[in-house]
């Protein structure tokens, strides 16, 4: 059927395309050369009237039908040449402009389409999406078969750090803090797998108290570490979150998502939709359900649908920053087994490992306001204010970045 419908349209198109030059001259208005044949012929027979009268004679007679003549012929010429030209041009232009149309219309979808897919009725492509999510691979296979980035190296203190994080955790397995720290350090080496399993400790020496915040982290660092296929562990994740808290927005995303991966764009797009409308605009699901949903909302039979426009957020006059997960002291402060001094080192080196990140592979305005706010922290606002020029002088001509940066140094106290 759709073969169909496309060589009918094309039938039509070519038809009306060709149809005006392929008409010969003469179905039209009538030549100029044809017009100018008619009157010289009138001549001829007034010059015959005029001899016969009298007026002219015999030798004026022969020498105005010899000019008249030359005129005739001149004309008779330019009539048959102006209608076997103009067909044959028009005829000629009209087949190259339908075979580039018609060639480029087949190449084009030959390379985008997808000519060798069958027709299948809505209850097939459902069987066939089932199929595909009854056959997913499992966690173990997902999390083998991801290439793991390569990323920089981090900074050595820091690693020494992390490594006496990891010892307190083994030698005290049941500190709710230090898994939670471990998960998101570990997730900050790109360690996607160690901060699953360390969440996972986390959500299980919870039990019951593990709040829906807890599972939707536990979900997406085993989408993480699956390469973002969701797995049925990471189903399972998702599905306690919004157990949990049915409102969860990160949860749901990752249901939507979900839908999405095993196709089902009629069961994401309601799911997408509403967080969409929900909001905030700065929330971290919104850019890519925003970037998808007209597309999504087609696929799903909602051709009409117009995404909400995008709302402000944040205090007038004031943007918020962005929350970054990071370190401060109170956090490492929790982390067993560390003196005062060592947990003040790993500030430090968290710190510096973000500074020496901006310096050499620079980063967004929110992580330089990071930066900036956590300078004084440990003593160092004078360095600050000088992190604070650089990324003025960075950001200058994004006005949204310098609201950031301008943001951070009010609440760093460098103004």
């Known amino acids: 059927m759709f073969w169909i419908i496309c060589a009918a349209l094309a039938g039509v ?30 001549q001829l027979r007034e010059v015959e009237r005029d001899l016969e009268r009298g007026v002219i004679d015999a030798a004026d007679a022969e020498r105005l039908r010899v000019e008249i003549g030359r005129k005739v012929l001149a004309a008779d010429r330019a009539l048959e040449r102006t209608g076997s030209t103009r067909r044959s041009a028009g005829g000629w232009a009209a087949l190259v402009g339908l075979a580039l149309l018609l060639g480029g219309a087949f190449l084009t979808y030959q390379r985008l389409g997808q000519p060798d897919r069958p027709d299948a009725p809505i209850a097939q492509r459902i069987a066939q999406a089932q199929a595909l999510y009854d056959s997913r691979p499992s966690q173990a296979e997902a999390e083998a078969q991801t290439p793991r980035p390569a990323r920089p190296e981090p900074d050595a203190d820091y690693i020494l750090l992390i490594e006496r994080l990891r010892e307190a955790v083994q030698k005290n397995p049941n500190d709710p803090r ?3 720290l471990l998960a998101e350090h570990e997730e900050r080496l790109g360690n996607l797998v160690a901060a699953k399993d360390a969440q996972r400790r986390l959500v299980a020496l919870r039990g019951d108290e593990a709040s829906a915040e807890d599972l939707s982290r536990l979900a997406g660092l085993t989408i993480e570490a699956a390469g973002g296929i969701i797995t049925r562990d990471g189903e399972e994740a998702v599905a306690r979150a919004l157990a949990r808290d049915a409102r969860n927005p990160q949860a749901r995303f990752m249901a939507g998502l979900l839908h999405l991966q095993n196709g089902r764009p009629d069961q994401a797009f309601p799911v997408w939709a509403r967080l969409l409308a929900e909001g905030p ?50 956090a490492m402060a929790a982390a067993e087994d560390m003196t005062a001094e060592e947990r003040q080192q790993m500030v430090e080196g968290m710190v510096k490992g973000l500074e020496t990140r901006l310096a050499t592979q620079g980063g967004t305005p929110e992580e330089w306001a990071r930066l900036i706010s956590s300078l004084p922290v440990i003593g160092q606002k004078d360095h600050a204010a000088d992190i604070l020029g650089e990324a003025r002088k960075l950001f200058a001509g994004d006005p949204t970045g310098l609201e950031v940066i301008e943001a951070a140094a009010r609440q760093a106290g460098l103004k």
Do not use: K
């Open 13 to 42: 198109v070519a038809v009306a395309i060709a149809a005006p030059l392929l008409r010969r001259q003469d179905e039209g208005a009538e030549p100029a050369a044809a017009y100018d044949l008619r009157i010289y012929r009138d």
């Open 281 to 330: 605009e700065d929330a971290p699901w919104i850019a890519p359900i925003r970037g998808s949903i007209q597309d999504l909302a087609w696929f799903a039979g909602h051709p009409d649908y117009t995404p909400p426009e995008p709302a402000a957020s944040g205090t007038p006059g004031m943007p918020s920053l962005p929350a970054m997960p990071g370190p401060d002291a109170d």
């Open 178 to 180: 230090g898994l939670e």
